[in-house]
């Protein structure tokens, strides 16, 4: 069992940089891989990011590819997305997701969810 909460959301301007933190309780999370995704008003949740769970291999949503990094820090149970050049369209509410095996796009796939965390990006 994995428990995950994420923080780190707030109100920035467009062009701005905020870091989501997700921590994970429980002594497995070192082995599975973590995704973030995220959902605006109105809209389907959509994949951000993932990493494996030794970090070695990310993956990235073209929407956001050269401005987001995510990254995990196994000591601490903690995942993170850095967010930079924000826009407007990025706006949403962000989740963290935790799987057990290889890193992968698809929202079903993962077994944990937490209760996410309002990022909004004023233009």
């Known amino acids: 069992q994995v428990q995950l909460v994420e923080s780190g959301g707030g109100l920035v301007q467009s062009g701005g940089s905020l870091r989501l933190s997700c921590a994970a309780s429980?002594?497995?999370?070192?082995?599975?891989?973590m995704g973030w995704f995220r959902q605006a008003p109105g809209k389907e949740r959509e994949f951000v990011a993932a990493?494996?769970?030794?970090?070695?291999?990310?993956d990235y949503a073209d929407s956001v590819k050269g401005r987001f990094t995510i990254s995990r820090d196994n000591a601490k149970n903690t995942v993170y997305l850095q967010l930079n050049r924000l826009k407007a369209e990025d706006t949403a509410v962000y989740y963290c997701?935790?799987?057990?095996?290889?890193?992968?796009?698809?929202?079903?796939?993962?077994?944990?969810w937490g209760q996410g965390t309002q990022v909004t990006v004023s233009s």
């Open positions: 429980g002594r497995t999370f070192s082995s599975h891989a």
């Open positions: 997701a935790a799987k057990g095996g290889i890193v992968t796009r698809l929202a079903r796939t993962y077994d944990y």
């Open positions: 990493i494996s769970w030794g970090g070695g291999i990310t």
